[in-house]
């Protein structure tokens, strides 16, 4: 008899055992079930804004040329033969207020090889309809001999990354 006892016994702590298993389980879920639930109320995905990024591209004084201009992931090639004004198509991200973005522009290109002359350029970004940031640089050749860039800081082209603050 102690044998079966012992036998009977032995599932029947298995069974408790498993049973506190599944008790300690079923509060960590009813927990976390809470806690999933006040996390969705203060991390609504409606607390995101959106936010309608362009630049606007203005090149002047600017001999015969080609220029590639690099906007919300977009590249826009552009002849200029004295003045250009171009808009890019506006980029809608969607973050949450005070979060940051980054918004990439590059332009590269300038007069036709062997043309002297340099254009000048500004760079206006906008955000909701609001100026963040302006960058006027210039693009080509002082002279062919000897080669003078027209500006350092854009000799091979312009190229940022602005880090913009969603509203």
């Known amino acids: ?34 806690i999933g639930i006040v996390g969705a109320l203060s991390c609504n995905p409606d607390s995101t804004n959106d936010n309608w990024t362009y630049t606007t591209l203005e090149i002047s004084n600017a001999p015969s040329g080609s220029y590639n201009f690099l906007c919300n992931g977009a590249w826009h090639f552009l002849s200029v033969d004295g003045s250009l004004f171009f808009e890019a198509e506006p980029l809608n991200t969607q973050v949450p207020s005070g979060s940051y973005f980054p918004y990439q522009l590059w332009v590269m290109g300038g007069p036709a090889p062997g043309v002297e002359g340099c254009a000048d350029i500004e760079l206006k970004t906008y955000n909701n309809g609001t100026l963040i940031d302006t960058r006027n640089f210039q693009l080509g050749y002082a002279s062919l001999s000897p080669l003078v860039v027209c500006d350092n800081t854009a000799a091979g082209g312009f190229m940022i990354t602005l880090s913009i603050e969603g509203e």
């Open 1 to 34: 008899m102690s044998q079966d006892s012992e036998y009977i016994g032995l599932p029947g702590r298995i069974l408790d055992w498993k049973n506190e298993i599944v008790k300690t389980v079923m509060k960590a879920h009813h927990l976390l079930s809470f």
